[in-house]
Nanobody, 124 residues
Framework: QVQLVESGGGSVQAGGSLSISCAASGRTFSSLTAGWFRQAPGKEREFVAV????????YYADSVKGRFTISRDNAKNTVYLQMNSLKPEDTAVYYC?????????????????WGQGTRVTVSS
């Protein structure tokens, strides 16, 4: 089992930056793919970014490419999402997820473990 706890959400004005983190415990996190998803009010959960277990491969949704950066520190069992140039449409609950068997999953079904989410609100 893996437990994931997100932190760092909050409110920011458009154009601002925010960094959120996901701390893992339990099974060796360094062997798992880690991803970020988000869910805006009234919308389905969508893929944001993913990082392979080594950190050597990353992929981003087109909507965040060039603005968001995913990274991980396996020594600290933590994955990060740095969000810059935030837009009101980035407002959502952001979820951390971990996958056992895929290298860089981009759909929710690829993931075995989920955090409870952290809310990010971007005002115009």
């Amino acid at each position: 089992q893996v437990q994931l706890v997100e932190s760092g959400g909050g409110s920011v004005q458009a154009g601002g930056s925010l960094s959120i983190s996901c701390a893992a415990s339990g099974r060796t996190f360094s062997s798992l793919t880690a991803g970020w998803f988000r869910q805006a009010p009234g919308k389905e959960r969508e893929f944001v970014a993913v990082i392979s277990w080594t950190g050597g491969r990353t992929y981003y949704a087109d909507s965040v490419k060039g603005r968001f950066t995913i990274s991980r520190d396996n020594a600290k069992n933590t994955v990060y999402l740095q969000m810059n140039s935030l837009k009101p449409e980035d407002t959502a609950v952001y979820y951390c997820a971990a996958a056992l068997t895929v290298a860089v999953g981009r759909v929710a079904g690829d993931y075995n473990y989920w955090g409870q989410g952290t809310r990010v609100t971007v005002s115009s």
